[in-house]
């Protein structure tokens, strides 16, 4: 079967001081079929809200996708895409999911318009039919009297209703793809489990992809088929959520489930992770977590590890996998 | 869109429109009280600096000391001061500006609204001037930030607002009308014009005459329209819902005048009550040169003849018109911001 | 404030607009200086005869209709308006700190007072008070001319100065300040004029320009600097019969006028975008 979302090699640069280049994300590598959820895990500045926006390209300039990415969708190259059929895409087969409704939605628009526009962007409607499909979208997305609601303008709006519209937007396209940017990093935490909720019923209700970026391991649980985890640019492991849960291979995911404090064993001490994320213009050589690496070996800083396979879907870019394969 | 929410929204939240139209009332009583101060201002302003118009007058025409001494019981110049502001007062309240010294008897109230009209056009004109190619080359400097375009209007807009507008009409008078003959150098209208001439062609005549003061007027303050156009674009930009809207797949010109650009609508009104007070100043210039018979020659001429009730009634004529203006940019602000409303 | 000054104006210079403003201003003021000493007399017999001459050798912008030589004309112009400028600036600038000082750091009545005088004095067009103010003078007295020009610019500077001065009560160390006693006098001068500095920087470059083109314009209808004393407005007021048969004695004050507000606006520019760097 083949795959919805297959990008290979993207890789993102931008101009820095001093005439060097910044690359904050670098060789990324990931499949999405239909249907499926790939949680996209990692710390901020990991990359993984720049892969985001590079499968619509919306790259925010001066930074620009290098040429050898490849993102197809559908076996469609999208970075070779015209402008009309470019603007089809976004909200018609990819959606996506801001992080913070409040500074996504435009203030001075209600949100019935903003919804409307949206859906007369993608098929022909009338603006009777498109306020009515509105009205249905927001009913969907679990809004109350979605009728008055399509007249009240964003900031009348509490924090979970307002990303509930926001969804809403972003379903009005019908897309066959959903990013979720940390979909609930700016809202209650009693908001967050409802609104996680949310896009798990419109995925099995619409039978949509999901690509949730989160960098709250904890949140991903239950919610994603598969984890991959971004470090430095990089993914660094890739497996099946619960494999992952169970044994995580990379070192970084070790200590970044280690840093999870938990409530079902007694913790004296919280780990963190030491040492900083380092910036994109000045990577660390060869493996790029190994300056905080607690299973760090000589040639780590040597030599750039490869991605091991180590089942279908699954890899990890690690020597210590090496090691253990042979 | 300017909308209301339907009564059972509205009963959610029941302190909805009070705040506004409590601040209203507020704006409005702030904007009298400043009014009346302004005009407080000018009245003592006028009758303390020493002077005396009818020396003047004197000066200009034979008059007997009989009738200085008439003139000068009749406007009251021989009182203390506080009697003739007390006069003053009272005149007002019954909507009577007094009379002209220099075009006596002639009423102020009446000079003034013949010589409105005139002022209105070409302050108007500008307006609408600025306004339309101000906003669209400030949004086209921001979309096409960095470029040459960029750079050189940027210049341009500075060299055309550290131009002096009387020197600027002056130019144009020289080569656009007496040079080349393409259009009319002074008045507003041709008096050679036939009686018989129809509405359109008195209508065309006004246009050509208007042409060169509203182009010098407009071309030494767009500037300030260009720059606040441009900024705010710029800043509105790197907003979050702009690319948000992109990435619903609007065409970038939705995005970029029904997103971007309809929030800097709310900044842009509150230069109206900026503008005023600079195209009143350039107005007084620009309407000497061209010999416009609006309010600015009206002043130019009150003030060599030290002709104070006409003086005063179009300083406060104008005042009043500034803080019209500043109230009517909040009032705009307001309407154009719908979070602002809520506070 | 200094080293909050300095960084200022280094952050501006590195803006092309604000060297090339700086380039400018710079040759104009030592144009300004020296310049005269090097140059004829501008007031010299006037020669109805002989009458406008173009550029020539002996005069490079030519000569007015009186045949003195332009360039020196517009050269001493430069000396009286610069200085008028810069002296009425000053005189603007430290009545509006102070009032905006005041206003902004005690508040209650006296702010609100303060500010109702200021929003109506705004409110009068300042032109309109300037022509009210000069007619009065049979020949006005360059001093004059400065000081209804200083008091009549302060109002918008006492705004700004109060808004800043609001703003920076609410930075922690204002609080701090106040928690360990600071008094009144010590709290304005050594806390929040130096902060307040920047936006008033600009202020006052830009209000150089305003008041260049303001006196200009006041020249223009014979109410600012007195002839026979050279000013490019009243430059351009003699060249006005003349102004298709000899054009140049009315385009170089003009220009001159333009090169200077530019080159000041450059500048204020420059500033205003090393205060806030996102709106360039």
Redesign the interface.
Known sequence: MSNLLDVKDLRIEFPAPAGRLAVPVDGVSLTLARGETLALVGESGSGKSLTALALLRLVPPPGRIAPGSRILLDGEDLLSLDPARLRAVRGGRIGIVFQDATTSLNPTLTVGSQLTETIRAHRKASRGEARERAIALLNEVGIPEPAVRFAAYPHELSGGLRQRALIAISLAGEPDLLIADEPTTALDVTIQAQILELLDRLRVSRGMAVLLIAHDLGLVAGRADRVAVMYAGQIVEEAATARLFRSPAHPYTQALFRSIPRIDTPVERLSPIGGGVPSPDAWPAACRFHPRCDQVLPRCSIETPPVVPLAPGEAVRCWLAVREKR | ?V?G??P??RAR?PGRLTPVSRWLFRRLL?AA???A??V???FF??RL???DPLSRLAGDRAISEQELEFLRRRFGLNQPLVTQFRAFLGGIAQGDLGVSIEHYPEKVTSLLASRLPATLLLGGTVLLLNFIVGVWLGVTQAVRRGSRFDRWMTRLA??G????????G??L??FVS??WHLLPAAQMTDPLLPLDASPWTRAVDVLRHLALPALTLSLTSIAIMMRHQR?AM??VF????V??????????R?VLW??AW??T?APMITLLGLWL?IL??GS??VE?IFNWPGLGSL??DA??A?DYPV?LG??ML??GA??LA?LLADVGYTI????VR?E | MIGSLAGLLRRAWRHPSGRIGTAILLILVLTAVIGPAFLADPVVMPDVVAGATPPSAAHPLGTDHLNRDVLSRVVNGARVSLTVAALAVLLALTAGAAVGLIAGYFGGWIDALLMRVVDAALAIPRLFVLLLLLVVWERIPLYALVLVLGTTGWFATSRLVRGEVLRLKQEPFVTAAIAIGTGSWRMITRHLLPNAAGPVLVAATLGVGDVILLESGLSFLGLGIQPPTPSWGGMVLDARPLLLSAPWTAIFPGAAIVVTVLAVNLVGDALSAALDPRSA
């Open positions: 869109m909308g929410s339907p059972a929204y939240r702030q009280l400043t009014f101060a302004a407080v201002l000018l302003l006028m600096a020493p002077g500075l060299a607002y550290a131009t002096p507008s009387f020197w600027l002056l130019v008078v020289a007496l040079r900024a710029l800043s790197r907003l979050d819902y690319s948000a809207a992109r990435a619903r797949g609007l065409t970038e939705r029904r997103h309809r929030n609508l007070p009143v100043s007084i210039f000497a002043a130019n003030i060599a030290r003086l179009t300083a104008v005042s500034v803080v500043g154009a911001d719908p979070r809520q």
